[in-house]
């Protein structure tokens, strides 16, 4: 009785989570809206956070996006103007205003 009963939780339980599941279509979807300028100045480090464990759970490379907010402390650039921004060595430099964190990515060519 118990190990029945036990079963039934499993699978409700089961069930339950894989209503919660995003498909990928409706993840990529997700990741597009949050990437959206006008959504970006208003999210916080935490949430770029959920969207990028959403973006790696689903194997989705976040590429260029990752360049909208700091390695370090997730906040977006939209949100918080850096401190800095500076271009050395085909190399962009952002200093992230919110916790002084200097980013940095290569520049591809003809960029
Ligand atoms: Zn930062």
């Known amino acids: 009785m118990l190990i ?3 079963k039934e939780w499993v699978k409700q339980k089961k069930m339950r989570i894989n209503n919660k599941k995003l498909s990928k279509s409706e993840a990529k ?6 990437f959206k300028k006008e959504n970006l100045k208003k999210a916080s480090p935490r949430e770029v956070k959920k969207i ?3 973006a790696a759970h689903k194997k989705m490379p976040l590429k260029e996006k990752r360049k909208l907010f700091c390695k370090k402390c997730l906040m977006p650039f939209e949100n918080k103007e850096p401190k800095k921004v ?3 060595n085909n190399k962009k430099i952002i200093e992230c205003s919110h916790c002084g964190h200097l980013n940095k990515w290569k520049l ?3 960029n």
């Open 29 to 34: 979807e997700k990741i597009k809206e949050f």
């Open 86 to 88: 500076r271009i050395k």
């Open 108 to 110: 591809k060519e003809g």
């Open 4 to 6: 029945l009963l036990l």
């Open 52 to 54: 990028k464990r959403l």
